[in-house]
């Protein structure tokens, strides 16, 4: 194991090191508390042996110090005590000392208090690996129950927390974001003719495509089904508009066949596109309800397009 001696006496500390480095053990020394604080700040130990009687910061309260910290590892702490010192035990273990020596000791006693602090510390170690562990599957699920699965994209549940997000931000600061919400033109039609497994490959080429076009910022979500949702922040709505438009034009040339529309018919997407506005008291149901809205108007004008919230385009 490695262990901090802290001792203000040199001539203990000298010959408690020897014999532990005698029974195999690595050392590292202090000459008083402050020193051993710093010394064992960052250096991994496994057990700290300290005298109880130092200056400026005797043993209880450099074990109550080292404690306190929590980024470190669990170091067994012994405190050394001369027969003299031994109704200051009690304080020692309730600063957080976990046993005590009194001196003189022989090797014995010293080998079985390090018996007990190996066991302690390991105890200690398989428990913080195995927080760890747990930490890291709780944000490995966390992020998942915010993933879809098929695209890999945010699902509605990360789109409508981020979205949150955003608009708490623009009403704070009256700084706007706009949405794309892009619709696969005749996508059951596609499944119909094609399977399933085809349609899934266009919702993933789909979703990459987007993601591909998207400035750093920009972030896409799967709305549901066939429906994917661009978030363009800092954009006015024309300039969302062109993006939207941009990347409708990149879908179609994509060139992917629909066997359901007819010989040389590719896959195509349409999309509504809304600005949240913060001076006007939005919402985000609103935002997404324009956005639906506008949709709505590029498949009744044809499909195949981006319209913006607003504007009506007929056939």
Known sequence: MKILIVDDSPTPRLLLKRELEGLGHEC?????????????????????????????MDGDELCRRVRSDPSAPYAYFILLTSLDDRKHVVAGMEAGADDYLTKPFGEEELATRLIAAARVTALYRRLAAQQTELERLNAVLFEDSRRDQLTGLGNRRRQDEDLEVLAARADRYGQGFCVALFDVDHFKAFNDTAGHLAGDHVLRSVAASLVEQCRQGDTVYRYGGEELLVVLPDQTLESATTAAERMRVMIEDLAIEHPGLGPRKVVTVSAGISRFEPERGDSVAGLLERADTALYSAKEGGRNRAVASGRRVLS
Request: proline share 3%; aromatic share 6%.
């Open 28 to 56: 590292l020394v202090a000459d008083d508390g402050d020193s051993g604080l710093e010394t064992f700040q960052g250096s991994d130990v496994d057990v700290v042996i300290s005298d109880w009687m130092m200056p400026n």
